[in-house]
């Protein structure tokens, strides 16, 4: 199977993380700055647990090749994204300080805590059916607002935001991981308890991706 056939196998749910109210309105500009400074300071403190979810595919590994394929993505979490999004935190007025004293949101606990228990009580295969939709997702997003009649990029405050994912730095680092995940799966069946149980993971992280919007619209803690 390949990471085509779990989207599909959660489709409808797909579509809204992508084009979830909260994209749309990032987009279109209109999405309430108060919205975007509190999923900007979850976000952080989501990368946070991300990288160590990176760090435990390392651990999970059973070769080098396999070490050498999530290391890529553990280094620029801890080495550059981290840093890169303190600094755009800092642009909307947000400090590290103040970031890492904010409590954790609902969405975010249950979100960071899933990917780490998925690799914790599986093997690589698990943890990445968990941590993919991340990573893809956030590349079609940006992909998505790029089309044409999907986003207003002058004078939208959130154009920076739109840039960084749709960029082609962004978007080759989401394929290498996605192409990894697709090795990681090609002999299993979907339809077979196996597949269906990484089927299970795909889906779950992706309504946790929903859910993250969601609690952004929201401003919940």
Request: hydrophobic share 45%; charged share 15%.
């Amino acid at each position: 199977m390949n990471h085509q056939q779990l989207i599909a196998g959660c489709q409808q749910e797909w579509d809204l993380y992508i084009q979830h109210p909260f994209v749309r309105q990032l987009g279109n500009g209109r999405l309430a700055k108060p919205c975007f400074q509190h999923y900007l300071q979850q976000d952080y403190l989501y990368l946070i647990h991300y990288a160590r979810a990176f760090a435990l595919a390392v651990f999970k590994s059973e070769t080098p090749a396999q070490m050498r394929a999530s290391l890529p993505s553990l280094t620029a979490l801890v080495d550059s994204e981290l840093s890169l999004h303190r600094e755009y935190c800092q642009s909307w007025g947000l400090d590290e300080t103040a970031l890492m004293a904010l409590p954790e949101g609902v969405a975010t606990i249950a979100y960071t805590r899933y990917l780490i228990d998925a690799g914790v009580q599986g093997n690589l295969t698990d943890l990445y059916a968990a941590l993919v939709p991340c990573a893809l997702g956030y590349a079609q997003i940006g992909q998505w607002l790029m089309a044409p009649g999907n986003a207003t990029l002058t004078d939208n405050p959130y154009a920076e935001w739109i840039a960084m994912y749709a960029g082609e730095e962004y978007q080759q680092a989401a394929s290498a991981t996605t192409a990894f995940f697709d090795l990681l799966i090609a002999d299993i069946d979907i339809d077979s308890p196996r597949g269906q149980r990484l089927q299970q993971h795909f889906s779950t992280a992706t309504r946790m991706e929903i859910a993250f919007w969601q609690q952004g619209l929201d401003i919940s803690l």
